[in-house]
């Protein structure tokens, strides 16, 4: 033990380790992205900022004010306030989200029963005030029509979340107590 | 004693129950639909299957009653799957639209599908569909969620007595329709809508506003709407009133409500709350700061007092204020130097209870209300209980439901219905049938019980007709009265109910007294207004301190008035219809109102308002722009019933807690009066409701010692902890027409006291404006085809006094020559048609001049 560790001392072994890593990676291609300039992609299934989905074939938004989301939230950070619209259905009348509260858990989208709300691929929406901040129902449509808008959208659901009300679906619109099919 | 045992616990049970019952309150859950604590039994949903030792098939646990030795056992393999198979049919054709439906979270059906729920349906067949039914302003059905446990139906026709609902067609078609057809035509009680267990049946008031889950506060209040003071949980989000539901089991409704209790409660929300003290300034009301309006009323009142003397000046309490407003009230008005201090309570309520009370003893009204529904014989005079009273109404029907004999007299068609005999004599000669009556239970009781020797006397002198005389001045047969007074003789546990009218009129309440003391019957005195024993004891009364101890009394007063720091004066005040006829003539110069309405709701609109029009000074009080509001000089916003704390009495004289559930910004009544009482120099050092209850408590020997503590542990009934007052037997002399009828022939006008109205509050609630949104003339169909009217015709009704042009409804509830008019609707009144004469004694304004003339338009 005495001998190689007077061996080690005198011949400077581990600072010559240490170099040759250092001359390794000096001829190796850098990882450092220059961000602002060079934008990072996102992974499939991140989850940025949020979205409430625009059904394409009427312009307004899938959700039902089943408040679902609101109450799986472990951070309570969405309100929802519902009211009878025009036509006897349900409606959310303020869908809002607080983001400085979010915690990005995704459960909001796994609990909505008919895939109206999603977590986009967008993050970068930093801001110096907090109303910047809270997401009412008319920015979280205009953030589903700018980031998720066309095959993306479709392609989220079919890949990550799939929308319980899918499973029991059965005539014109009504659930139906039915087991998942395949 | 019974021993069973359910799921290896052994259970010891006094009498034989179901099942259910003993496993429920040995904390056993057993899953149920169709089962209701206060429905009869059904045992139709087979969802509280149980096996039992020794019983070849699955029990239904609701209709089971147990046996000695009896082994059952709620939870197995075999239960689980019958319960899934009974989950799996309901679910063939209920939605799974739990996502909106408003139910969900406390819906019975979701739990337990969560509980023993399959996961797969296997009926292929598409499910059954029903439009929803959105035709009713204020119920909403939707039968494709309905899973027939018919509780609906069963609280309809068998507690409520409505029967308004029931199951149409057959199999996989039945649906629970309304007999009127998709808009209901009932008493709207909703309490169809407690009793669903799933969302089939549901209060369109709230629709689709939040989730089950999204309450952050459920307070237990007390409705303010009628004297019965029914226990209600408010539901409170973010500092909103989102519904009230009633809970089963508390209060003295237990598990009931009336249509006002239950959709009546969106006035708290009105936009025409008013917000701002007003100052009349030029002429008219401007917004001003609390302090200028505080010191304008403190100042005006001081001049009054020094320039004309503390009996210039008058206050009219308010029946919808809790006691501590009421109390604060009085304690201003004496420390202005008058006894000039009443309320609507003297329409009937106070006068009636003094007389009850003279002759029979204190505390007599003290009648819990449960007694009705266990009564062999009721007896109503002068009222309508269902329509006043509603939930008080809901236990006669009940008695009725039992074998009870149930006898009105004069118009009730809430119970028409429900009663063995309906006895119609003249309006203002119930008097007499009740003399003819009394001879003849005498005559079948033939002695007099003795006990009460001075009443006894009394009755001796007392003049009465016999069965004979009295049929034949009433027009009524002689055979029916000498039958109903056989049953009410016969009867072992009587309950006579009062309204209005009876207790405003001093012979009819000596009478009721008569009649209550020779059947040994309690005395259910109806209230229409929260808090009219609440006044009565807070010493809101001319002739009486609080406790109900009354002013001459000269130890009680000074002691009084030592605590309060001032001197009240010895003679009595006036009375509420006396102080309209002094502000008239100009003996009263200001007067102060509080939660009340007094040019609306006094008779003789146009004389009182004249009268208030010549006062030099009116404060108004109250929630909103009241008809009086509108004349005064100064008007001070309130809080409602929602927004304070305090306490009601209601008509059993029991005290109910009213608990705070929103805040908004405002002053309370009693705060409001504290400020101006401060200013004119009075000792109010109070802070919050609780220390008013305090100074009861210290001032008032029948609340001695009472606190909030005490109130909601269930020290609640009269008297309460304190000493009532003894000793003031009085006996008012009959009077000399008593027992006659009055000659008068030809259509009668009558005050309707509607079901779905009760004045200021219910005319700001848009659900009880929408199933009931004007004044109408309701009249037989006999009178109105006599007149050529029919529905929906105009008609002007003329009386000395005035007319009014009112829309005809027919009423086939109506029997007799009578033109029913309510006095709920602004302008509309019936008051303004009707003229009254004081009761020498009660000192209530008994209607006069009911003799109308009906034109079509």
Not at chain 2, 572 to 584: F, R, V
Not at chain 2, 675 to 686: A, N, T, W
């Amino acid at each position: 033990m005495e001998f190689k560790k007077i061996i080690k001392t005198i011949f400077f072994t581990e600072i010559l380790k240490g170099m040759a890593l250092t001359f390794k990676s000096m001829l190796s291609p850098a990882v450092t992205r220059q961000y602002p300039e060079e934008k990072h992609p996102a992974m499939p299934g991140f989850r940025g900022l949020h979205a409430l989905v625009v059904d394409p074939a009427t312009g307004k938004e899938k959700c039902i004010a089943c408040g679902l989301c609101a109450a799986i939230c472990p951070s309570q950070c969405i309100y929802i306030y519902s009211t009878e619209g025009p036509d006897n259905k349900k409606f959310a009348e303020r869908y809002e989200i607080e983001l400085t509260r979010c915690i990005y858990c995704a459960f909001c989208v796994e609990a909505c029963p008919v895939g109206a709300i999603v977590l986009t691929e967008h993050y970068e929406y930093t801001d110096y005030s907090r109303e910047a901040l809270y997401m009412t129902k008319e920015k979280l449509m205009a953030n589903w029509n700018k980031y998720m808008a066309g095959p993306k959208g479709e392609e989220y659901f079919k890949k990550f979340w799939h929308p319980t009300a899918d499973d029991y679906r059965a005539y014109d619109g009504q659930p139906m107590f039915r087991k998942r099919e395949g | 004693m019974i021993t069973i045992t359910i799921n290896n616990k052994e259970i010891r049970l006094e009498r034989p129950v179901t099942v259910l019952e003993a496993a429920k309150a040995n904390g056993i859950k057993i899953p149920h639909f169709c089962h209701h604590g206060i429905l009869e039994q059904w045992g139709g949903c087979r969802m509280c299957l149980v096996e039992v030792e020794k019983m070849p098939r699955l029990q239904t646990a609701c209709t089971l009653f147990v046996t000695d030795g009896m082994v059952v056992m709620t939870e197995s393999e075999t239960i689980s799957n019958a319960r899934r198979s009974v989950l799996e049919f309901i679910l063939i054709n209920h939605p799974l639209d739990c996502p909106v439906c408003d139910k969900a979270g406390e819906c019975k059906l979701q739990d337990y599908v969560m509980q023993y729920g399959p996961t797969a349906g296997r009926f292929k067949e598409p499910k059954i569909r029903h439009p929803e039914g959105l035709n009713d302003p204020l119920i909403v059905r939707n039968q494709e969620r309905c899973i027939m446990c018919t509780r609906c139906v069963r609280m309809c026709s068998g507690i409520q007595g409505a029967s308004a609902i029931a199951v149409t067609n057959r199999g996989n078609h039945s649906s629970m329709e309304p007999f009127s057809g998709e808009r209901f035509d009932c008493e709207y009680c909703g309490n169809c809508l407690t009793v669903c267990p799933v969302g089939a049946i549901m209060s369109r008031l709230h629709r689709y506003s939040y989730r089950s889950w999204q309450v952050t506060d459920e307070i237990q209040t007390v409705c303010p709407f009628c004297g019965v003071g029914c226990t209600m949980i408010a539901q409170v989000r973010d500092n909103a009133l989102m519904r009230v539901v009633p809970k089963l089991g508390l209060g003295s409704n237990k598990g009931l409500l009336c249509n006002r209790g239950r959709f009546g409660y969106e006035y708290v929300g009105s936009g025409e709350r008013l917000k701002n003290p007003l100052i009349k300034k030029n002429g008219k009301l401007q917004p001003a700061s609390w302090e200028e309006a505080l010191d304008t009323v403190a100042s005006r009142l001081k001049d009054i007092k020094n320039s004309s003397g503390g009996n210039a000046i008058a206050g009219i309490a308010g029946a919808r204020c809790t006691n501590e407003d009421n109390y604060a009230f009085q304690k201003l008005i004496r420390g202005l130097g008058s006894n000039n201090i009443d309320s609507i309570a003297r329409m009937g309520f106070a006068g009636g209870q003094r007389i009850f009370e003279g002759m029979l003893g204190p505390g007599v009204t003290s009648t819990p209300l449960s007694g009705i529904a266990d009564s062999d014989a009721v007896l109503v005079v002068g009222g309508d209980p269902s329509e006043v009273n509603p939930v008080l109404g809901v236990h006669i029907r009940m008695a009725f439901k039992k074998g009870a004999k149930v006898i009105t007299i004069g118009h009730a068609p809430g119970l028409g219905r429900h009663r063995t005999a309906g006895l119609l004599p003249h309006p203002q000669a119930d008097g007499v049938v009740m003399g003819g009556l009394i001879s003849a239970i005498l005559k079948d009781k033939k002695s007099l019980p003795g006990g009460n020797r001075p009443l006894e006397e009394k009755i001796t002198v007392m003049h009465l007709p016999s069965a004979d005389d009295a049929a034949a001045a009433c027009k009524l047969s002689a055979e029916d009265i000498g039958r109903l007074a056989k049953q009410l003789a016969g009867a072992s546990s009587v309950s006579i109910v009062v309204g209005r009218e009876a207790g405003g009129n001093k012979d009819t309440a000596m009478l009721v007294s008569v009649l209550s003391y020779i059947l040994n019957a309690r005395i259910y005195l109806m209230s229409e207004r929260p808090n009219e024993q609440g006044l009565v004891d807070m010493g809101c009364l001319p002739d009486m301190l609080p406790g109900g101890r009354p002013l001459a009394e000269e130890g009680l007063r000074k002691k009084c008035g030592a605590s309060w720091g001032i001197d009240i004066p010895a003679d009595e005040g006036l009375t509420l219809m006396e102080m309209i006829q002094a502000a008239s003539s100009g003996g009263i110069k200001a007067m102060y109102v509080m939660g009340e309405n007094p040019a609306f709701n006094l008779p003789d609109t146009k004389n009182t308002e004249e009268a208030l029009r010549r006062l030099d000074f009116l404060v108004v009080q109250d929630i909103f722009m009241t008809e009086t509001a509108r004349m005064a000089d100064v008007v001070l916003p309130a809080l409602s019933w929602i927004e304070k704390d305090g306490t009601y009495t209601n008509a059993e004289r029991k005290i109910q807690r009213l608990k705070k559930a929103i805040s908004i910004t405002g002053m309370e009544d009693w705060k409001i009066v504290a400020e101006v009482g401060k200013r004119i120099g009075l000792k109010m050092p109070y802070g919050k409701a609780a220390d008013i209850m305090k100074e009861i408590a210290r001032v008032s020997p029948l609340h001695a010692g009472l606190t909030y503590a005490d109130i909601e542990g269930g020290d609640n009934l009269w008297p309460y902890k304190g000493e009532p007052h003894k000793n003031w037997f009085s006996f008012p002399e009959l009077s000399a027409d008593a027992f006659t009828s009055p000659a008068e022939e030809g259509l009668c006008l009558m005050l309707e006291k509607p079901l779905f109205h009760s004045g200021t509050l219910s005319r700001k609630s848009p659900a009880l404006n929408s199933i009931s949104p004007e004044a109408v003339l309701r009249l037989s169909p006999a009178t109105a085809s006599g007149l050529n009217l029919k529905d929906g015709d105009f008609a002007k009704v003329s009386t000395e006094k005035g007319s009014l042009s009112l829309k005809v409804k027919i009423d086939r509830g109506i029997d007799g020559p009578a033109a029913f008019v309510s006095n709920n609707f602004e302008g509309r009144g019936l008051f303004s048609l009707t003229g009254y004469r004081l009761d020498p004694v009660t000192k209530s304004p008994l209607t006069e001049g009911r003799q109308i003339s009906i034109e079509k338009e």
